[in-house]
């Protein structure tokens, strides 16, 4: 946190930005932080161009915490996700084909079962392909500053809440904390293929909780089905019943050798454990 002895904008924001977020819902929408953005003439305009953002006062406290989120982030945590570069694509495509190449190579008898199933192997293949659910940065890009940092931030979470990245609204946070701040200087770092990076990313960890959603309502679905009566009754055979009609199942099989192998074996571990097969079933 040296940089909050350099610059007493974002010193003076960061604690603010501590504050709110301390605060309940009710007592958000009444802060000083809420009201100053809310009146801003450009976050005002965002607003109104987002028609359902007008209509109640909890979603806009929502959008405006994450301004305060991002300049916790900036400070706390350092770089933010974003996307890989292609070198780093590309090192991970290197080490899954050579995976893969290993594990063809190993012989069937030693090597897990599980590493030759199609849940594995699918996603082995897409790791060598196409690692990446975002497009590569290059390996020429600007610096991470703190400001890169907090633009970065606040375009991601705002695309996730509203599905747009506003610059204007970015601006206009951004120079709370560094004054010199432009619209042009957002931009620079909010290109064309950032913001397809960032959407990118928004809709893969959107379908990611779909998914988890999806499968967390499938499992309380089958905890909650009611057990079949029937399957609960007791059964009432005995062991000689329930090895004669293995055996007859056995004898059912279409390789004979295998049969013969099998009620050999069964017949001799019976036998030794004092169990007989009820020649009414068999």
């Known amino acids: 946190m040296t940089t909050l002895t350099t610059n007493s904008n974002l010193a003076s924001m960061y ?19 809420f009201t100053s953005f809310r009146d801003d003439k450009d976050v005002r305009y965002f607003f109104k161009k987002k028609s359902i953002l007008a209509k109640g006062t909890s979603l806009q406290v929502a959008v405006i915490a994450q301004i305060a989120h991002a300049v916790v982030s900036c400070v706390e945590d350092g770089e933010p996700d974003v996307a890989p570069t292609g070198s780093e694509v ?10 893969a190449t290993q594990l063809s190579s190993a012989r069937a008898f030693w090597l897990i079962p599980e ?5 594995f192997q699918e ?18 890009r600007l610096p991470m500053t703190e ?15 509203s599905d747009d990245i506003p610059i204007r609204f970015i601006t206009a946070a951004t120079a709370r904390a560094w004054e010199e701040t432009t619209e042009r200087q957002v931009r620079d770092v909010l290109t064309a293929a950032e913001k397809v990076s960032i959407r990118a990313l928004v809709e893969a960890n959107r379908r990611n909780l779909a998914e988890s959603e999806n499968a967390a309502h499938l499992a309380l679905s089958r905890a909650s089905i009611v057990p079949n ?25 279409a390789d004979e050798t295998a049969a013969i192998v099998l009620h050999d074996a069964l017949a001799t571990a019976a036998s030794e454990l004092g169990i007989e097969p009820d020649s009414n079933h068999e």
């Open 229 to 253: 009566r029937t399957a609960s009754l007791a059964d009432m055979r005995t062991d000689g019943e329930r090895l004669a009609q293995i055996f007859g199942i056995l004898n059912s099989f």
């Open 15 to 33: 604690e603010q930005a501590t504050d709110f977020l301390k605060l309940d819902q009710a007592a958000r929408a009444q802060s000083v932080w």
């Open 115 to 119: 590493a030759r199933t199609r849940g």
């Open 147 to 161: 400001r890169r940092t907090f633009i970065l931030r606040l375009a991601h979470a705002l695309c996730e809440i």
């Open 90 to 99: 590309n090192k991970l495509k290197k080490s899954a084909a050579d995976l």
């Open 123 to 140: 996603p082995l293949r897409k790791l060598q392909t196409m690692p990446s659910i975002v497009p590569a940065r290059s390996a020429g």
